[in-house]
């Protein structure tokens, strides 16, 4: 059948994107860009769909260092074996999550199967001439709102009745797919774009909406709604081509979910690199993602430029490096209240060793791009009480190793530490240690916290002849995360998020589970799991962070479904008023918090 082609990446496919301004008076339909007018009366949850790039973004063989955005995705396919040319080109949408989820825009409607049908059309260049073998789908450009997430893939069917999808797999005989799932299992994984940030929509609004979900919320909704999740994962450079579907989950995504954290991070994907308008830094303002108290940036294997810099117009144009100065600047005064960024990847450092973002804010010094040790190193921590902002945290006895010898040998960067910062692990081979492979450093002051680790992420295997579990990678992960996210932010371990089914008589990680009932009055049980024998505190804090009671602390055995009730009393016999609380668990493998309300 046809063959479908998308250029060197997916940068003309759906881009992930923030709120949106729109340009009056320009060509081309509606072209966006991110809205820095905090007192609109939708900020920030007023979203377009030019969230792609035109070629005219592109600065290859140009010289305008202008950003311009397309309002339409599209794609080139070509009749290759010549059976009479193409006779139609047909793009499926579903959104599977959000606001606007099971529906469609004006004027499609969903089908049986979740699908809505788009007839693509013949794409024309700047100057309106019709471009061979090119095809355009353009939608409202004002439809969709924060936490929708658009999966879609397209059809195109030759005059000889040949029939391919793009991303291929779906063939003439299973087409119509029967579900999204069913077009995720052929593809191996459909397109798909995220509306950021996801917002907890005020349920009147979500109720009052129509059959297409064509209502703006009103000012009451929007201010009885509100940002959901606390971390970002900006995935850089681990694939242009990342898709939907669980078997698309990285390791780090793969690592939070293990963590209790999946539905509780949004994620960015880059479409192309530095000579796009794509990065984080050219879709969102810093204003838009002050409601994150936590950034992680993955990028795997450094495929350059890593963060751009603003340096070069056919390459760098975003100065993302400046954007991310900007983010942990605001950590006081934003949303959140505060501010992490959490930098990781192979060459992540090295190519912008001279940068501040690195030498002054993250406190890298005698920044190297190769550790030197071995291909396969293992990281050994070595700090045994490195202070963040409101945390400190244990590194001592750590180690892991690092796969880093296939399919290319890793140039994993290594780096010492500066003013503030604090070497936690070194790489090491046999009992060498070598340079810092992994940093941390903060500003209390500012209240934001910085970790750079100059290996990827998806690296991390346990050392020979330990056991399988606990994985390290998710150890090494759940102490960070303790550390840089705010109280209200962290979750227990989902210990049924691996794959497959627990059936060991006691837990293989600890976990704390949500009390029951809650809300409560007077009383509530609190269960957990304990993976080994150990110390362990249970306490009650109250929303500003004041030790209201202390139920555990002490030594325990090993156990599943531990139950310890509380009374609704403090330490000292005083009954608390209603409210919000939470109730956090530290073991010596875990710390880990959840809320409770006291209804009265």
Known sequence: GPVWNVGIDTRH???????????????????????????????????????????????????????????SIWAEVVDVRGAGGITHVKWYGAITAGPHQGKAPVPYSVGTNGFFEVQADSARGPTGVWVRDHWMVSLDDLYFRGGDRL????????????????PNGITAAEFPPASVAAAENLTGGLYQACYLPTINWDPAYIARMDGNGDIDPISGEVANSSQKNCMLYYQHAVSTNRRSGEINRTMFMYALDRLGYRGYYDVYDNQGYGDTNNQLGGRATVAQASGYALIVMDNFRGLAPDIPDGSNLSSQKINQAQWFRDYLAQGLTGRAGTASLWIFGEDCAYEKRTNPLFTTDIGLSTIINDQGLAVNPDVSGIASASTWDNCTMSFAGDLFSLAGGCPAIRDYDAAGATGSAVVTHKYKAGTTLGSGAVVVNKNAGLHWNTVWEGFGFNDIRNTSGTPASPDKSIQ???????????????????VTDNGGNETDALPRVSALHQNVPNPFNPTTTIKFDLAREGQVKLQIFDVAGHLVKTLVNGNMAAGRNIGVTWNGLTDAGTRVPSGVYFYQLVTDDLTATKKMVMMK
């Open 151 to 166: 999966a879609y893939f397209w059809e195109a069917t030759d005059a000889a009745g040949g029939m391919q999808s793009l």
């Open 476 to 494: 090494f992960m759940q102490k960070i995360l303790g550390c840089v996210l705010p109280l209200n932010c962290r979750k227990s371990p989902n």
């Open 13 to 71: 496919q759906a881009q992930d994107c923030f709120p949106t301004e729109i340009f009056p008076g320009m060509c081309c339909g509606r072209h966006v860009r991110p809205n820095t007018d905090t007192s609109a009366p939708l900020y920030p949850y007023l979203f377009g769909t030019c969230d792609f790039s035109l070629g005219t973004d592109l600065a290859t063989n140009r010289t305008s260092p202008n950003l311009v955005t397309g309002d």
